[in-house]
């Protein structure tokens, strides 16, 4: 098994990327991992530490956070992201993971790797923390903006594969995002998706309101990408907040500073379990390969983490499995 792995793209490539990418050869022997960027910048990191199973592939251009997706990916082909699309796309790679520009990384896997045949718009399907530390996979949280009922339909068919097939939950509960739990609730997209949703052979529990979403009352969440992108926006948001109105109150006096030394191990635990960095890639589903979309910001640990989630996923025949389902009779 090969995985590629966009060294250039993220908030700390390369040098958390490259770390990461290690950490991950080491624990992992069975599986080879390319490192695609500017071969110069990788080897200095790696230095004389580099394991038999970690090779570089020479890519001199780099897609920047604030470039243009489309004409991104169309103008710098020799780009880290691309290049990494590319090794997929031939069956050079079973898998690619970045930390890059996400429209470009959704592009890639559009124009470069290609579309299941049947899937009408592939979805973004990032793992939400919960308070059970199981997580909840939500999907789409970006990759469209609108979708249409049929589209949540598949996404559901989707996410229930991934979860089952990636994460072992069998009978995954799916289910749909909505301003209540009423069955008429919501616009009609929403409404015509429910009905879609009730008669399918999927585990369907209804409608879920995005203040559940850390209590998992669903082990897939149903929604288009403006409304779960806001939901996630707002949950991080809200989660930072917090920790941070929390370090300033600790630090107020003598009294609040003892208070923070009793609290801090369960505060620490308790910021651990909704950290995103602990919960690997956001698979890009619908995608004729295995895309992962990790974190700007992802440190080391994410990317090792993320190369365990694409393992598990490779193995596990999702994309067979996706393509199954989709296309039987």
């Given at each position: 098994m090969k995985i590629a792995i966009d060294a250039m793209g993220g908030d700390n490539a390369p040098k958390e990327i490259v770390e990461g990418a290690i950490a991950a050869a080491k624990e992992n022997h069975d599986i080879e991992i390319v490192l695609v960027g500017n071969e110069q910048a990788i080897q200095s990191i790696i230095g004389d530490q580099k394991p038999s199973n970690l090779s570089i592939i020479h890519a001199d251009e780099v897609i920047e956070s604030d470039d243009e997706p489309v004409k991104a990916v169309r103008r710098k082909k020799n780009s880290s992201m691309v290049v990494a699309g590319k090794l997929v796309k031939d069956g050079e790679a079973d898998a690619m993971l970045s930390a890059g520009n996400t429209g470009a990384l959704m592009?890639?896997?559009?124009?470069?790797?290609?579309?299941?045949?049947?899937?009408?718009?592939?979805?973004?399907?990032?793992?939400?923390?919960?308070?059970?530390?199981?997580?909840?996979?939500?999907?789409?949280?970006?990759?469209?903006?609108?979708?249409?009922?049929?589209?949540?339909?598949?996404?559901?068919?989707?996410?229930?594969?991934?979860?089952?097939?990636?994460?072992?939950?069998?009978?995954?509960?799916?289910?749909?995002?909505?301003?209540?739990?009423?069955?008429?609730?919501?616009?009609?997209?929403?409404?015509?998706?429910?009905?879609?949703?009730?008669?399918?052979?999927?585990?369907?529990i209804g409608s879920?309101?995005?203040?559940?979403?850390?209590?998992?009352?669903?082990?897939?969440?149903?929604?288009?990408?403006?409304?779960?992108?806001?939901?996630?926006?707002?949950?991080?948001?809200?989660?930072?907040?917090?920790?941070?109105?929390?370090?300033?109150?600790?630090?107020?006096n003598f009294l609040t500073k003892l208070a923070a030394a009793v609290m801090l191990p369960k505060l620490k635990g308790l910021k651990k379990t909704l950290d995103p960095n602990e919960f690997g890639g956001a698979p890009l589903l619908g995608i004729n390969g295995l895309v992962l979309k990790i974190h700007g910001s992802s440190d080391s640990r994410a990317v090792q983490a993320a190369v365990k989630q694409a393992k598990t996923a490779v193995s596990s025949g999702l994309i067979a499995s996706i393509k199954a389902e989709i296309n039987k009779e």
């Open positions: 592009t890639t896997g559009l124009l470069i790797v290609g579309r299941i045949a049947g899937i009408e718009r592939p979805a973004l399907a990032p793992l939400l923390p919960s308070l059970d530390k199981v997580g909840m996979l939500a999907l789409d949280l970006g990759a469209n903006m609108d979708a249409t009922a049929e589209q949540l339909m598949q996404y559901a068919v989707m996410g229930s594969i991934y979860r089952e097939k990636v994460e072992g939950l069998k009978n995954p509960r799916i289910g749909l995002l909505n301003v209540g739990s009423e069955e008429m609730k919501g616009n009609e997209v929403t409404k015509a998706a429910y009905a879609l949703l009730k008669e399918s052979n999927l585990n369907f879920v309101e995005s203040k559940s979403v850390l209590n998992r009352e669903c082990d897939v969440l149903v929604c288009d990408g403006f409304s779960g992108n806001i939901m996630l926006k707002s949950y991080e948001g809200a989660a930072s907040t917090i920790f941070n109105e929390l370090k300033k109150a600790f630090k107020l």
